[in-house]
Nanobody
Framework: QVQLVESGGGLVQAGGSLKLSCAASGRTFSSMGWFRQAPGKEREFVAAISWSGSWAGYADSVKGRFTISRDNAKNSVYLQMNSLKPEDTAVYYC??????????????????WGQGTQVTVSS
């Protein structure tokens, strides 16, 4: 059974930091990514990383503030979020794809999803 389990969400003040973790089990993934969904909005791409870590992509809204990384030995992916803003408030989802080795920035490119973790940034 394939599972992706996120952790690390919470409530933080604007300007603060959080680090999200996602532990995968059941299989490994060519690429892994983070998406987020705010109330009343569609799920949107945040960041993704290739198997080797040689490629990483970010949404324009988080470039320079968020950093994605992965530890293949632990089958895990992480999202370090700095300089958080109220508009970063959302449920954050971890995702894995077996079809794309890099460049996967759309939801349809991912095969497996976690349940999500809430991130709330207060002003």
């Amino acid at each position: 059974q394939v599972q992706l389990v996120e952790s690390g969400g919470g409530l933080v003040q604007a300007g603060g930091s959080l680090k999200l973790s996602c532990a995968a089990s059941g299989r490994t993934f060519s690429s892994m990514g983070w998406f987020r969904q705010a109330p009343g909005k569609e799920r949107e791409f945040v960041a993704a990383i290739s198997w080797s870590g040689s490629w990483a992509g970010y949404a324009d809204s988080v470039k320079g503030r968020f950093t994605i990384s992965r530890d293949n030995a632990k089958n895990s992916v992480y999202l370090q979020m700095n300089s958080l803003k109220p508009e970063d408030t959302a449920v954050y989802y971890c995702a894995g794809t077996v079809r794309y080795r890099l460049g996967a920035t759309r939801t349809v490119q991912y095969d497996y999803w976690g349940q999500g973790t809430q991130v709330t940034v207060s002003s």
